[in-house]
């Protein structure tokens, strides 16, 4: 197992878990801190982590990268760059130890966070969900062990044992979008809405993620009798196979396409995948017609054509 530990409270709750679990057998655990390069107290940040695991006896994997840097290269925020590049050196870090398990310290907090987030910006039923407690990293299994517990629980158990971890200043900047939902949006609503407001978020989640898990079930069947023919650059769907499906399975579906081919997803939003689920209703007659759209380029370069009942996604890099 590879344990993802800043040296904040949650992730050194996790560790020392974890390391106290850990009673013998041939498992290794492992721990990866990435220095971020944003604050000037990251050094002592990363000194405190590997001061930590020489005391447990577990070796120390570290990496950096400069977000801010890349997120001006890549035009996006620091939030996502910081996210992107974290989680790029957890999977090259679980790929060159071998490790089977990559651990992450999200808590339940980090949950009501993450669906607020999601409501306020605009998501569909899958975002609702919010983090999923597993998914794939690279060729290892991402684990979140820790998201049915409270942050407040986490803290209380270092207490206890008397273990110190370091105060991350950047968590309390409001300029983040997070820590504004952390610090001003999430109380607001506690105050003057619903006390447990983070609860029902939690609720609201798990009941999305089964509402979700019965349409990925959908959406499988689907894909398996519609999808003709697919490799990297090219899929072929037969628009026969969907007649009379709603248009919510036929996005989904057309997501699950996206993801299967390792296609941008970043630029694909609601008005892109309604227009894209749109073209799968356009029959033969329609193809015909002076007004229907049966040939669209979408983002990522991946070009749209319906014709003789197929719609054709294929994209040129």
């Known amino acids: 197992m590879l344990a993802a530990v800043s040296g904040g409270a949650d992730s050194v709750a996790l560790l020392r ?9 041939a498992g ?6 990435f220095n971020h390069k944003l604050r000037d ?3 002592d940040d990363e000194r405190f982590v590997v001061a930590l695991c020489k005391q447990l006896g577990l070796s120390c994997e570290t990496g950096f ?14 939030e996502p760059a910081a996210r992107r590049a974290r989680y790029e050196f957890l999977k090259e870090t679980a790929g060159r130890l071998g490790a089977r398990f990559v651990l992450t310290a999200h808590t339940a907090d980090d949950q009501a966070e993450t669906i607020l987030h999601r409501i306020v910006r605009g998501t569909g039923i899958a975002g609702l969900a919010g983090m999923s407690r597993t998914r794939r990293l690279g060729h290892a299994t991402l684990l979140r062990p820790l998201l049915s517990v409270r942050r407040r629980e986490l803290e209380e158990y270092l207490r206890d044992i008397g273990q110190p971890f370091r105060e991350d200043s950047s968590n309390a900047d409001r300029r983040f979008t997070r820590n504004r939902i952390r610090h001003e949006l999430l109380p607001l609503l506690g105050r003057q809405y619903n006390s447990a407001v983070a609860d029902a978020l939690l609720r609201l989640g ?8 019965v349409i990925d079930e959908l ?5 398996q009798r519609a999808v003709k023919f697919e490799n990297k650059s090219a899929v072929e769907i037969d628009t026969a196979q969907l007649a009379g499906q709603p248009p919510h399975l036929l996005r989904e579906l057309l997501a699950l396409v996206w993801r299967r ?4 997803m970043r630029s694909m939003g609601f008005v892109q995948w309604d227009q894209l689920a749109r073209m799968l209703l356009i029959s033969d007659a329609d193809c015909s017609s002076s007004t229907a759209v049966n040939k669209q380029i ?13 719609l054709r996604l294929m994209r040129s890099e």
């Open 17 to 25: 878990a974890v390391a106290a679990l850990k009673t013998g057998g």
């Open 28 to 33: 290794r655990l492992c721990v990866a801190h």
């Open 41 to 43: 107290e990251a050094e």
């Open 65 to 78: 990268g400069h977000v801010a840097q890349l997120a001006a290269d890549a035009s996006e925020g620091i």
């Open 206 to 213: 798990s009941l999305a993620a089964d509402v979700q898990g």
């Open 219 to 223: 959406v499988d069947q689907l894909h």
């Open 261 to 264: 081919q390792s296609w941008p």
């Open 298 to 310: 979408f983002p990522g370069n991946v070009q749209a054509e319906i014709r003789n009942g197929i």
